[in-house]
């Protein structure tokens, strides 16, 4: 099972535009519970991030354009913290309950 069949069966709806417009920050953190060392990065409008893994940029849709994107900064980080939209606590807690079944199950 790769990680967005498990977001699809668990919303049941296009994670595509779940993620992609205002919840890039959740699948973020999604993407970090699996590589603890990622980075947040941001487009160079501030309208969406996404996750540096590797020197290569994801999000919701997969690889992206490395040029597009900047690694965030503190402010940047605290300003899409403030900002951009966020699941309710237990959604969270119950996404990264499957999310870290899910990794066990893969090692």
């Given at each position: 099972m790769k990680i967005n069949e498990f977001l699809s069966n668990y919303f049941n709806c296009d994670i595509y535009s779940l993620f992609s417009n205002g919840y890039c920050l959740e699948y973020y953190e999604i993407l970090k519970l699996i590589y603890p060392d990622c980075k947040m990065v941001l487009q160079k409008n501030n309208d969406h991030c996404a996750c540096l893994i590797n020197d290569e940029v994801y999000d919701v849709r997969g690889l992206c354009d490395k040029e597009s994107f900047e690694i965030a900064r503190k402010k940047d980080i605290d300003?899409?913290?403030?900002?951009?939209?966020?699941?309710?606590?237990?959604?969270k807690k119950d996404i990264k309950q499957g999310i870290l079944g899910y990794i066990k199950v893969l090692k």
């Open positions: 300003f899409v913290y403030s900002f951009y939209k966020r699941f309710d606590d237990y959604i």
